[in-house]
């Protein structure tokens, strides 16, 4: 039986701040349209490229780096592989030439303020994150393609809108978490020994596991790095970076020099709960200020909640259990997929559901992954991740200044400590006398998504986005 299949690594993937939806997934999309430009033999007779965006990537993409994102794209650029510290430069060179070179091979005309339309007033009715890329060709013909960007980087193509991201036979087909309970009871597997069967389809048991630690490795780094810069974070709003400042308060100047010492240094402080929930906060804060930097991160399911599952796999790390790699992969096989679950039930977009898409599953996953290495029952890690969404559910996304900076660094926190909460709380339960199931707070997520009115689906047209007077330069 063919059914829609999403692997672990597509959704936790490797890329650069500040968002999934409007960084991510629009280079994907740029990326896509120069590549079978190229397979058509047409990407040498284009003598002209623009770019209209649409709905929320219009209204926000400024703030979440759009334009950046599609001009990298268009160059070929890979985010997982681009240096992060090239991008101002190479970004700034486009701008003062006039000029790029499509798939680093045809260079064209190409002005970022003229060619790259934001759109304010208009949108395309399959999804608020729309772009249209338009090439005119030397004969004077045109092609043109739309993408759709429809959360967590995933990206669609018009015409391609079923949205199915693979058409493989898994041995555990999952599209509810009822369904993922049934395979789990049939088998007495474990949801994350579950997920490593399913990713058999796609690789071998040994590559996903080095694939995990890899994910893990990136975000580690990230977080490591993001607790170690100070700064003001770009955008023009100002905003300080404190990751550095409390992880220096915090240590107090005990020495090390690396993850290992750093870990080391951090428990060797003991686990009194303001210590460790300061600790959960500066882990989480750390990714975000990452990611606000077009730091590389990972999408975790989404970049603007990048930070909720490290900062719980670090606390699991450096509070609970220690630094075991098959823990590590336990976690996150398991925390992606409940992501999934999400996916196919609900929305990872904000510019959808609000940010109970983006901080409400990525508490409910880091829930789910940190309950199964706690010891819980299948049916407590999906009560876990139930409690975590149900507290997020109508949670809004109005970033200030359309950048991915207030709320979204601090709710990383507040999405940190919820699933740390709802784990213990699950733990502590029995899970049969549960009144709300995770499928019901999926449909119930959905459902409240649809009723949200649009100013708090990632436009900054609400909320806090206009109720804090700050003045960000025209650019
Ligand atoms: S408010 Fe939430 S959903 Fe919106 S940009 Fe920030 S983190 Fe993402």
Redesign the pocket.
């Known amino acids: 039986m063919s059914h829609e299949a999403i692997s672990v690594f597509d959704i936790f993937k490797i890329g650069i701040g500040p ?1 999934s939806s409007h960084t991510l997934g629009p280079w994907r999309a740029a990326q896509r349209f120069v590549q079978t430009l190229d397979q058509k033999n047409k990407l040498r007779e284009v003598t002209e490229v623009r770019v209209l965006l649409y709905g929320s990537l219009a209204k ?1 993409g400024k703030g ?1 780096g759009t334009d950046i994102a599609v001009q990298l794209g268009l160059c070929g650029d890979d985010p997982v592989t681009f240096a992060v510290d090239q991008i101002e430069s190479k970004i700034n060179d486009i701008a003062a030439m006039k000029k790029i070179v499509l798939l680093g091979i045809h260079e064209v005309d190409f002005d970022p303020r003229e060619d790259i339309d934001f759109l304010m007033t208009e949108k395309l009715p399959f999804h608020p994150n729309a772009l249209t890329f338009l090439a005119t060709l030397n004969n004077g013909d045109s092609v043109a393609e739309t993408y759709y960007s429809i959360g967590g980087g995933f990206v669609i193509k018009e015409g391609e809108e079923t949205g199915a991201v693979h058409s493989v036979d898994l041995p555990f087909p999952i599209t509810s978490a009822d369904n993922l309970l049934h395979w789990c009871i049939k088998t007495g597997l474990s949801i994350s020994e579950i997920v490593l069967e399913n990713e058999n389809a796609w690789r071998s048991e040994k590559d996903t596991k080095e694939g995990a630690l890899t994910i893990w490795r990136v975000m580690k780094e990230c977080m490591y790095r993001g607790c170690h810069t100070p700064g003001i974070l770009p955008g023009g709003l100002n905003v300080k970076r404190r990751a550095a400042e409390l992880n220096k308060r915090l240590l107090a100047g005990k020495p090390y020099n690396n993850y290992v010492s750093w870990l080391s240094a951090i428990n060797s402080g003991g686990n009194d709960f303001k210590y460790t929930l300061d600790w959960v906060s500066c882990f989480a804060l750390a990714v975000n200020e990452e990611n606000a930097s077009f730091g590389r991160v990972v999408t975790a399911p ?1 970049n ?2 990048a930070g909720v599952i490290p900062a719980v796999l670090q606390y699991y790390i450096a509070f609970c259990d220690g630094n075991k790699d098959e823990k590590i992969i336990q976690f996150l096989l398991t925390a992606a997929e409940i992501g999934s679950i999400f996916k196919k039930g609900a929305t990872l977009s ?1 510019a959808m559901g ?2 109970q ?3 409400g599953v990525s508490s409910a996953m880091a829930a789910a992954g940190l309950t199964e290495c706690m010891g819980g029952t299948q049916k407590q890690v999906m009560m876990a991740s139930e409690i975590a969404m149900e507290h997020h559910l109508g ?5 200030i200044g359309g950048l ?1 900076q207030v ?2 660094i601090e ?2 926190t507040m999405g940190a400590i919820k699933a740390i909460t709802a784990s213990q709380l699950a733990l502590q339960s029995t899970p049969d006398f549960a009144k709300v199931s995770l499928d019901a707070v999926i449909k119930t997520m959905w459902d409240t998504a649809l009723d949200m009115n649009h100013k708090y689906k ?1 436009t900054a047209d609400g909320g806090l986005a206009i109720n804090v007077p700050l003045s960000l330069p025209e650019c």
């Open positions: 968002s926000t979440h989404t603007g909640a904000a609000g940010c898409a983006e901080i949670l809004t996304c109005d970033p991915v709320p979204c709710r990383n990632e």
